[in-house]
């Protein structure tokens, strides 16, 4: 049928994967992170969170003890910042608790404590946060 024909989702593409801008490692790191967080495997547990700037989406995905919250920049050319309101009771969080969140992406780790904490992203550096949430002790 015509829909075949100059279709790209029927193209075959050769990456090369070598070159400065491939997101071969990205892609890599990924697939890891969601080898190794049960949360990132299933759907059921799925929940938005709050955030004025419409060009940031924040969700988050639990499975027991395994709490991770996903951070994205939809702007793709400019740099993108809000306050993110989370639901903590979601999160097995509580109130006031101070918490740590780990970028599984960047390696960074940040310290946030109750409901409203800031987050920032740049396209040009990595468009989002894949924050693991670790309980302090």
Do not use: C, M
């Not at 419409?54 to 306050?83: C, M, R, T, W």
């Not at 999160?91 to 987050?119: C, K, M, Q």
């Amino acid at each position: 049928s015509e829909e075949y024909l100059n279709s790209e989702k029927y193209e075959v593409k050769r990456w090369d994967l070598e070159r400065a801008d491939s997101l071969r490692e990205l892609i890599a790191r990924l697939n890891r992170v969601r080898q190794d967080n049960r949360a990132l495997q299933r759907d059921w547990s799925l929940q938005f969170h709050d955030i004025p700037n419409p060009q940031l989406l924040v969700y988050s995905k639990k499975e027991e003890n395994n709490v991770i919250l996903v951070a994205v920049n939809l702007d793709y050319q400019h740099p993108q910042s809000g306050f993110v309101e989370l639901d903590l009771e979601s999160l097995g969080l509580a109130p006031h608790e101070t918490f740590e969140v780990h970028d599984l992406l960047s390696g960074g780790r940040y310290t946030w404590s109750g409901s409203r904490n800031f987050i920032e992203l740049n396209p040009h550096q990595l468009p989002a946060h894949l924050f693991k949430v670790v309980r302090r002790a």
